[in-house]
């Protein structure tokens, strides 16, 4: 069964440290990737971070490259997207989304087929 649940949003103050994870069941091997999109208010979705369904060739959307990290968790299906120095720029739902691709993954939302409900994370102090 192909399923995304993404979990670990909440409250958070500007500079703090969140850990997002999505259970991905039915996503593993290097024939899916594993996406994190985010949408804030009035925004147009943004692509986060990717990672191949066996855990190779992560790649960071511009705005969070060096902040956050990608990571999956293979024996237990989970992808985590540890975020840390967040801003309040960081405000936003965010989704887990799955797509078929070869390593290395893109950021292109129309690549992905499979979405979460999302999971909202808030930065403010």
């Known amino acids: 069964q192909l399923l995304l649940v993404e979990s670990g949003g909440g409250l958070v103050q500007p500079g703090g440290s969140l850990r997002l994870s999505c259970e991905a069941s039915?996503?593993?091997?290097?024939?899916?990737?594993i996406g994190w999109f985010r949408q804030a208010p009035g925004k147009e979705r943004e692509g986060v971070a990717c990672?191949?369904?066996?855990?190779?060739?992560?790649n960071y959307g511009d705005s969070v490259k060096g902040r956050f990290t990608i990571s999956t968790d293979n024996a237990n299906d989970m992808v985590h997207l540890q975020m840390n120095s967040l801003e309040p720029e960081d405000t936003a739902i965010y989704y887990c989304a799955a797509g078929l691709q070869s390593p290395p993954c893109n950021l292109l939302g129309s690549h992905y087929d499979y979405w979460g409900r999302g999971t909202q994370v808030t930065v403010s102090s």
């Open positions: 039915g996503f593993a091997g290097d024939n899916f990737a």
């Open positions: 990672i191949s369904g066996s855990g190779l060739s992560p």
